[in-house]
């Protein structure tokens, strides 16, 4: 039945390659309740570890990937950035508690290893260099926005991979949208002191406070360090808008799930 199917969001640009399983999950086709239903792959909550694994396996077979090759840190809002080499991948991917790193910027060539991150409200955003064979995941909530983490990542294809910037295809995924994210001042001060010359990085919201554009401040980074703007694709879905579709914690007022995004190379 339908209702009961996992929903993803996957990238259009990213379709055209069938070695890459890749995509955003949303609330439909999973086995949580009340404020996690449905597909909840967020771990940290008092949701039913159990439903969580479900959840997990679920998605997995959505994508059509084991569930046991997720790769997934632990999550800081920061900048730093891991690269899954094969030494990790031979001692043995780890289960649910995934990379023990603090790291919101993943990358790796390995096939048959999946980099997921949990989000409800923050950027998922996605890399794929065809040409180098690498893919890369970034968390970017208005703190890895500022602190540059998508633009680490495209550092690290340059330095590390050899990746040259018309190959690296960028995906920014479903995330609270400039509509619904209003910023207190020393966040907006901040973010403008990170992108001066960001036009429509702000607005003006109806209570007096400003909202932030996240997918312009992250689209923004990566254009200025070099990245073609027809490289980059925008999934433009709010979370708060679409709270019945995904994760949202300022529609939620905190109490919530969090869907997963999820890249990688088939084996
Ligand atoms: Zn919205």
């Given at each position: 039945m339908a209702e009961d199917s996992v929903w993803l969001h996957r990238f259009g640009h990213f379709s055209?390659?069938?070695?890459l399983a890749q995509g955003v999950s949303g609330r439909?086709?999973?086995?949580?309740?009340?404020?996690?239903?449905?597909?909840n792959i967020g771990l940290?909550?008092?949701?039913d570890p159990e439903a969580i694994s479900e959840n997990r396996r679920r998605l997995a077979g959505a994508l059509g990937?084991?569930?046991?090759r997720f790769v997934r840190p632990y999550q800081v809002h920061g900048a730093e950035a891991l690269v899954v080499g094969r030494e990790e991948v031979e001692a043995g991917l780890p289960g649910?508690?995934?990379?023990?790193r603090r790291v919101d910027v993943l990358l790796t060539a390995e096939p048959d290893v999946f980099l997921m991150m949990t989000f409800a409200d923050c950027v998922p955003v996605l890399f794929y260099d065809p040409a180098r064979r690498v893919v890369g995941l970034v968390h970017a909530g208005w703190r890895g926005t500022i602190a540059g983490a998508p633009r680490r990542a495209l550092d690290l294809l340059q330095?590390?991979?050899?990746?040259r910037l018309r190959d690296v295809l960028v995906g920014i995924g479903p995330s609270i949208g400039p509509d619904h994210y209003e910023v207190g001042p020393e966040v907006a001060a901040a973010a403008r002191a990170a992108f001066?010359?960001?036009?429509?990085l702000l607005r003006p919201g109806p209570r007096g406070r400003e909202h932030l554009d996240l997918w312009r401040a992250n689209t923004y980074q990566l254009v200025v360090a070099g990245?073609?703007?027809?490289?980059l694709e925008v999934a433009g879905l709010c979370t708060a808008c679409r709270n019945d579709l995904l994760f949202s914690y300022r529609a939620s007022q905190g109490r919530t799930g969090f869907h997963a995004a999820v890249i990688g190379l088939r084996a």
């Amino acid at each position: 039945m339908a209702e009961d199917s996992v929903w993803l969001h996957r990238f259009g640009h990213f379709s055209a390659f069938t070695e890459l399983a890749q995509g955003v999950s949303g609330r439909p086709g999973g086995v949580s309740e009340g404020q996690y239903w449905s597909l909840n792959i967020g771990l940290g909550s008092d949701d039913d570890p159990e439903a969580i694994s479900e959840n997990r396996r679920r998605l997995a077979g959505a994508l059509g990937i084991a569930a046991d090759r997720f790769v997934r840190p632990y999550q800081v809002h920061g900048a730093e950035a891991l690269v899954v080499g094969r030494e990790e991948v031979e001692a043995g991917l780890p289960g649910p508690a995934d990379v023990p790193r603090r790291v919101d910027v993943l990358l790796t060539a390995e096939p048959d290893v999946f980099l997921m991150m949990t989000f409800a409200d923050c950027v998922p955003v996605l890399f794929y260099d065809p040409a180098r064979r690498v893919v890369g995941l970034v968390h970017a909530g208005w703190r890895g926005t500022i602190a540059g983490a998508p633009r680490r990542a495209l550092d690290l294809l340059q330095k590390r991979f050899g990746s040259r910037l018309r190959d690296v295809l960028v995906g920014i995924g479903p995330s609270i949208g400039p509509d619904h994210y209003e910023v207190g001042p020393e966040v907006a001060a901040a973010a403008r002191a990170a992108f001066p010359a960001c036009e429509g990085l702000l607005r003006p919201g109806p209570r007096g406070r400003e909202h932030l554009d996240l997918w312009r401040a992250n689209t923004y980074q990566l254009v200025v360090a070099g990245l073609p703007p027809e490289n980059l694709e925008v999934a433009g879905l709010c979370t708060a808008c679409r709270n019945d579709l995904l994760f949202s914690y300022r529609a939620s007022q905190g109490r919530t799930g969090f869907h997963a995004a999820v890249i990688g190379l088939r084996a």
